[in-house]
């Protein structure tokens, strides 16, 4: 069982960045997918970043490519997700997710752990 703890969440303004953290409560290199999703109010959870075990592969959802970065640091084991740019439509509880393979998936169904959510506000 592996449990994540999302941080960093805040209200900031458009144009602004924010780092949010996925703390791991153990080694999740091993063969452990690692993704972010967000849940805006009355919409259904959606992709927005993967990386892979080897933190050698990363995918993200079209409406943030550019502007987000995910990176895994294996020491602290723990996953960033780096916001910049941010819009309002950014505006979500954001999760962070483990899936036990050596590959990547965009879909809810193919994470095995879930964190509880940290939330993000971007105002105009």
């Known amino acids: 069982q592996v449990q994540l703890v999302e941080s960093g969440g805040g209200l900031v303004q458009a144009g602004d960045s924010l780092r949010l953290s996925c703390a791991a409560s153990e080694r999740t290199r091993s063969r452990y997918a690692m993704g972010w999703f967000r849940q805006a109010p009355g919409k259904e959870r959606e992709f927005v970043a993967t990386i892979n075990w080897s933190g050698g592969a990363t995918y993200y959802a079209g409406s943030v490519k550019g502007r987000f970065t995910i990176s895994r640091d294996y020491a602290k084991n723990t996953v960033y997700l780096q916001m910049n740019s941010l819009k309002p439509e950014d505006t979500a509880v954001y999760y962070c997710?483990?899936?036990?393979?050596?590959?990547?998936?965009?879909?809810?169904?193919?994470?095995?752990?879930w964190g509880q959510g940290t939330q993000v506000t971007v105002s105009s």
């Open positions: 997710a483990a899936q036990y393979t050596t590959g990547m998936t965009t879909t809810t169904g193919g994470y095995d752990f």
